[in-house]
């Protein structure tokens, strides 16, 4: 899987839009790009994924740049209960004789009063 | 309710010994398997299994062992072989092996002293 890069931490207001971004310049062809966040101390929960197309659901927006070396996740109106930790994964999609998530050190999050 | 239930929350073993960490899930999945997480770190994949009576090594499955007997559990045991263990330990499911989401149980805290 591709290697990806975030930066380690980031901050936001409570009710504004909190932009994730995600580097991922080796990306392949059939590589997806994954979201998960990690609350304290829980386990990961998944957020949403993409290929090349925006994304939206429920929690969250993906957009992928035109080349698909980049994204960003998009919390539209961030409160304080999406502090956590953020992991870019970049999967591929198909049998493998390992598929596995590889979650780097992620973004920690603060969403501030 | 569906979903992921891992116990003991916390676990607490001297040098040693061995300890079973039990995962079980009620979703139906085929495929499962254990992360290790160090503290400020992001997941190592263990082990997975696709089906049951089958499974493989992860990135670090040297002092570890699993078993996979029924389709909704896929215990773990750390060996006293395992020169580090104490970590906080993650165990997900998904549909198949390659390319849905993992789900993620709360993870159990294992200290060895």
């Known amino acids: 899987d591709a290697k990806t890069t975030q930066p380690t931490s980031m901050d936001c207001a409570e009710g504004r839009a909190a932009n994730l971004p995600c580097n991922h310049s080796?990306?392949?062809?059939?590589?997806?790009v994954y979201w998960y966040r990690q609350i304290h101390s829980q386990g990961p929960q998944y957020i949403i994924h993409?290929?090349?197309n925006n994304e939206t659901n429920e929690m969250a927006s993906l957009i992928i740049t035109e080349d698909r070396k980049s994204s960003t996740l998009i919390l539209p109106h961030a409160t304080l209960r999406d502090t956590a930790v953020y992991y870019c994964?970049?999967?591929?999609?198909?049998?493998?004789?390992?598929?596995?998530?590889?979650f780097g050190t992620g973004t920690r999050l603060a969403v501030r009063p | 309710d569906g979903g992921i239930t891992q116990s003991p929350k916390y676990l607490f073993r001297k040098e040693g010994q061995n300890v079973t960490l039990s995962c079980e899930q009620n979703?139906?999945?085929?495929?499962m398997y254990w992360y290790r997480q160090d503290p400020g770190q992001g997941l190592r994949l263990i082990y997975y299994s696709q089906i049951v009576n089958d499974f493989q090594k992860g990135d670090i499955a040297e002092g570890y062992s699993v078993s996979r007997e029924k389709k909704e559990s896929f215990p773990l045991t750390v060996t006293s072989a395992q020169k580090n263990p104490t970590a906080f330990y993650l165990c997900?499911?998904?549909?198949?092996?390659?390319?849905?989401?993992?789900?993620f149980g709360p993870g159990t805290r294992l200290t060895v002293t």
């Open positions: 994964i970049v999967r591929s999609w198909g049998k493998s004789s390992g598929d596995k998530l590889t």
């Open positions: 080796t990306i392949s062809g059939n590589e997806y």
């Open positions: 997900a499911s998904s549909i198949q092996l390659a390319g849905d989401e993992q789900y």
């Open positions: 979703l139906n999945h085929d495929a």
């Open positions: 993409g290929l090349k």
